[in-house]
């Protein structure tokens, strides 16, 4: 069973507050990733990591940001959230060598923007 | 990363065998075929993956043709809780480790 977690699971939240949206993991894996998903949907990576101090931007472009500080730590922020920006926001993780290409994910959140 | 081909949707009766197949003609020799599925929303799950060989573990088995251009992937006996949007992506062999999920095919197991 992989260890990822998000917080929070559900949020609404009024246009132009600034939210920051938790991902951790309990599996030491260097590489993060997040991804967007509109209900009933394609999944879209967003956001990548390959390990502390690095962040990259995935194939669909989010106005969101991330940090890597920690190595079990991958934050998403908005600094200042819209209608657009309601979706669901799944965070994963993977390990190294072989392990690289399995990707966990965690239970997601899910967001709304009034 | 090559692209794969999924039927959209399919349906399978409670306790028999679900086959999904996937269409990837464009694989490389270094392309691993991986399958992942996502229950209603939640995260998607990794199933399994494989080379060239067949694979099978507790989840479920998978045949690559020997061209290795199509797999199948075989849910021995599906259940309720196998109804799901299943995932059939190719990549690997570098260093781009990014998943790039399709539309995949919606499994329903009907009782």
């Known amino acids: 069973e992989a260890d990822i977690y998000q917080t929070p699971r559900y949020l609404v939240i009024g246009t132009g507050k600034k939210i920051t949206l938790e991902c951790s993991q309990t599996m030491g894996h260097d590489k993060m990733y997040w991804y967007q998903q509109d209900p009933g949907m394609e999944l879209h990576l967003i956001h990548y990591?390959?390990?502390?101090?690095?962040?990259e931007k995935g194939d669909l472009s989010s106005e969101s940001t991330v940090s890597r500080i920690r190595t079990e730590h991958f934050p998403l922020t908005l600094e200042s959230a819209r209608p657009s920006h309601t979706s669901q926001y799944l965070c994963?993780?993977?390990?190294?060598?072989?392990?690289?290409?399995?990707?966990?994910f965690g239970p997601g959140t899910r967001l709304t923007v009034t | 990363d090559a692209k794969t081909t999924q039927p959209p949707s399919m349906d399978c009766a409670e306790g028999r065998a679900a086959n999904l197949p996937c269409n990837h003609s464009?694989?490389?020799?270094?392309?691993?075929v991986y399958w992942y599925r996502q229950i209603h929303s939640q995260g998607p799950q990794y199933i399994i993956h494989?080379?060239?060989n067949n694979e099978t573990n507790e989840m479920a088995s998978l045949i690559i043709t020997e061209d290795r251009k199509s797999s199948t992937l075989i849910l021995p006996h599906a259940t309720l809780r196998d109804t799901a949007v299943y995932y059939c992506?190719?990549?690997?062999?570098?260093?781009?480790?990014?998943?790039?999920f399709g539309k995949g095919t919606l499994l329903t197991v009907n009782p």
């Open positions: 994963a993780s993977s390990g190294t060598g072989v392990l690289s290409y399995e990707q966990y």
């Open positions: 464009t694989i490389s020799g270094n392309e691993y």
């Open positions: 992506i190719v990549f690997g062999g570098g260093s781009n480790y990014k998943l790039t």
């Open positions: 990591s390959y390990g502390v101090n690095s962040t």
């Open positions: 494989g080379l060239k």
